[in-house]
T-cell receptor, first 114, second 116 residues
Framework: GGIITQTPKFLIGQEGQKLTLKCQQN?????MYWYRQDSGKGLRLIYY???????QKGDLSEGYDASREKKSSFSLTVTSAQKNEMAVFLC?????????????FGAGTRLSVL | GDSVTQTEGQVTVSESKSLIINCTYS????????LFWYVRYPGEGLQLLLK?????QKGSSRGFEATYNKETTSFHLQKASVQESDSAVYYC?????????????FGIGTRVLVRP
């Protein structure tokens, strides 16, 4: 089995600050994802990367940048944190394919902006 | 756009009773959606419970079942007799079988509390 490690677990930022979340996987999966979860809402896709060096926008990409540094790692940057923003960011990975493959999720990074 | 609607809020059920969580989907841009149930148990990460990629088929896992009904665009999750260990948050989701990557569109999640 493998594991997805997200760092940090908790992130407290200031309004306007640039914040970076990191994700590592040892499944040797090609595809990685960043989702955001807000209270009372489902998970929403921010960015995904089908293979190393690929980057695709999801439904919620505005206000974020992403970087697939290597096959095993995928970072997400909040370009300007919004005051009172609170959300959980989930990283996931899967084998490459056409929609039917299982996503494996990390434990999440919980963001609070003061 | 594509969307998933599921039973909202919290469902409380007594141990050994039956459970159903409703899920309907709208896949206006997807000809052949794949359907999933993911679950997050307390203290654990989100994980796959079951999936069905062919209309008319049923998926099952851990005593749960869900049937992919294309006519009613539904994928309800059912269990005949729940246990305390089934207390968790359940998410219905869909993906596009014709799109590279396995992007999921999730429902809002349903919290299930099983009382002893």
């Amino acid at each position: 089995g493998g594991i997805i490690t997200q760092t940090p677990k908790f992130l407290i930022g200031q309004e306007g600050q640039k914040l970076t979340l990191k994700c590592q996987q040892n499944f040797n999966h090609d595809t990685m994802y960043w989702y955001r979860q807000d209270s009372g809402k489902g998970l929403r896709l921010i960015y995904y990367s089908i293979t190393e060096n690929d980057l695709q926008k999801g439904d919620l990409s505005e206000g974020y940048d992403a970087s697939r540094e290597k096959k095993s790692s995928f970072s997400l940057t909040v370009t300007s944190a919004q005051k009172n923003e609170m959300a959980v960011f989930l990283c996931a990975s899967s084998i490459a394919g056409l929609g039917q493959n299982t996503l494996y999720f990390g434990a999440g990074t919980r963001l609070s902006v003061l | 756009g594509d969307s998933v609607t599921q039973t909202e809020g919290q469902v409380t059920v007594s141990e050994s009773k039956s459970l159903i969580i409703n899920c309907t989907y709208s896949a206006t841009s997807i000809a052949y959606p794949n359907l999933f149930w993911y679950v997050r148990y307390p203290g654990e990460g989100l994980q796959l419970l079951l999936k069905v990629i062919t209309a008319g088929q049923k998926g099952s896992s851990r005593g749960f079942e869900a049937t992919y009904n294309k006519e009613t665009t539904s994928f309800h999750l059912q269990k005949a007799s729940v246990q305390e260990s089934d207390s968790a948050v359940y998410y219905c989701a869909l993906s596009d079988s014709n799109s590279a990557g396995n992007k999921l569109t999730f429902g809002i999640g349903t919290r299930v509390l099983v009382r002893p």
